[in-house]
Nanobody
């Protein structure tokens, strides 16, 4: 039902910043939790951050706390991931996803996924 398209990935030096965007082709409004996941080569897909439908609550994995910020603009059906102080270990394909639930922070609860955008952090 929900189609998601990520953008904003690219190559950045360690310590730099990138802002990822995820645009929904249909209205998501407050009925969907929106999340970001990432997958590095040879690694499992892991949770990064998510935000409640209203935008009033968010959750981050420990490795990105204080560096990444998730936000959303429901009027634009768009969610963002601001990534600061990037490290080489942040290198991965980043995926946007939508869920009918909040509080689980795992891919099992996300029904809709984007195609992914590559983030590469050089040392």
């Amino acid at each position: 039902q929900v189609q998601l398209v990520e953008s904003g990935g690219g190559l950045v030096q360690a310590g730099g910043s990138l802002r990822l965007s995820c645009a929904a082709s249909a209205r998501t409004t407050s009925s969907y939790t929106m999340g970001w996941f990432r997958q590095a080569p040879g690694k499992e897909r892991e949770f990064v951050a998510d935000i409640s439908g209203s935008g009033g609550a968010s959750y981050y994995t420990d490795s990105v706390k204080g560096r990444f910020t998730i936000s959303r603009d429901n009027a634009k059906n768009t969610v963002y991931l601001q990534m600061n102080s990037l490290k080489p270990e942040d290198t991965a394909v980043y995926y946007c996803a939508a869920s009918n639930y909040f509080g689980y922070h795992t891919s099992n609860y996300y029904a809709y996924w984007g195609q992914g955008t590559q983030v590469t952090v050089s040392s």
